[in-house]
């Protein structure tokens, strides 16, 4: 039996003092790869750089049932107005560690050390998975097209998805299950009542 793909809600923030929406191309970046893999953008905003704006945005988007992912862009480097690492892993549940260090290690091949530069992360908050990634569209992309959209993909094992959506999954698992074993009791059955009845015939 083939798996069916599940689509995800995404919510996309961008970081950024300055950009709109006619300037983002980081976001639009995002925008147009999630909904070219089947995901359905459900929210898109730019914040300010500021650890409690972005706190209460991103705060506000998981106690969203709504939302499954945030992909975020911006704030990730190293001046004072970079500030998306301290506002957003205090609300991690768990961090997923090996996010940046691949991201990392991929970007190594396009910017060569300059890549240290760049502090993307990942973790989840509320049953949401966060990916943060740097402002440029190039790391856009790199995160995207490398990492997130197989994470991301259900129909790969295993599949970066918690919580809610997992039990679900489970549960129809489970359902099949038992509908195979339902059906070959039933079968069971048909063939004894078949061979009792025949076996009373020839008395």
Request: hydrophobic share 40%.
């Amino acid at each position: 039996m083939v798996d069916e793909v599940v689509s995800l809600q995404i919510a996309v923030v961008t970081v950024s003092d300055t950009r709109t929406e006619e300037t983002d191309r980081s976001g639009a970046v995002l925008v147009q790869r999630l909904g070219a893999a089947g995901h359905v953008l459900c929210h898109k905003s730019i914040v300010k750089d500021d650890v409690y704006q972005l706190r209460a945005e991103v705060s506000r988007l998981i106690a969203d049932p709504g939302v499954q992912a945030i992909l975020m862009t911006g704030g990730t480097g190293f001046t004072p107005r970079d500030n998306t690492q301290a506002a957003i892993q205090p609300l991690f549940d768990v961090a997923i560690e090996g996010f940046g260090e691949l991201f990392r290690q991929l970007s190594y091949a396009e910017i060569g050390t300059s890549t240290i530069q760049s502090r993307a992360f990942a973790g989840i908050a509320n049953d949401v998975i966060i990916f943060c990634l740097p402002g440029s569209p190039g790391a856009c992309v790199t995160g995207w097209d490398s990492v997130i959209s197989e994470q991301l993909d259900s129909s790969h094992k295993p599949w970066l998805r918690v919580g809610t959506l997992d039990s679900l999954l489970a549960l129809s698992d489970d359902l099949v299950k038992v509908s195979s074993l339902v059906a070959g009791t039933t079968q069971k059955i048909r063939r004894h009542i078949i061979e009792s009845a025949s076996a009373e015939n020839e008395r």
